[in-house]
């Protein structure tokens, strides 16, 4: 039986990490402002925004990529003009294939 300590399982069980997540332990790096979605043919992924600082975001990038890998699983990391608050948050998208995964950029963004 698959291991559910890790966010891989339940991505690949379509369960929900809510409880998951509380544990501090748990989360993927810089995790805040997440929810867990599923797609129509209940493929799920998580979505976070956390805050951070615009020079920084090579770094933030490389830490979250590296972390997910490590997990087996993928992640996309989209700049401060995906975030709900432009000018200090970026997008975090993380799930087992996010290939057919599209976002747009944040009505607020210039």
Same mark, same amino acid.
């Given at each position: ?23 501090? %332990? ?7 402002? /997440? !929810?867990? #979605? ?8 998580? =979505? ?21 890998? %490590? ?7 989209? /700049? !401060?003009? #995906? ?8 997008? =975090? ?18």
């Amino acid at each position: 039986m698959p291991s559910r300590s890790t966010l891989k399982y339940y991505f690949e069980n379509g369960r929900d990490v809510g409880e998951y997540l509380r544990n501090e %332990e748990n989360r993927p790096p810089f995790y805040d402002h /997440g !929810y867990m #979605y599923k797609t129509k043919d209940r493929k799920a992924f998580i =979505v976070y925004q956390p805050y951070g600082a615009l020079d920084k975001m090579d770094e933030y990038r490389q830490v979250i990529e590296c972390w997910a890998i %490590e997990q087996g699983i993928e992640a996309k990391v989209y /700049g !401060y003009d #995906y975030g709900w608050y432009t000018s200090s948050s970026y997008l =975090v998208i993380m799930g087992l294939d996010l290939s057919d995964i599209k976002v747009e950029k944040a009505l607020n963004s210039h």
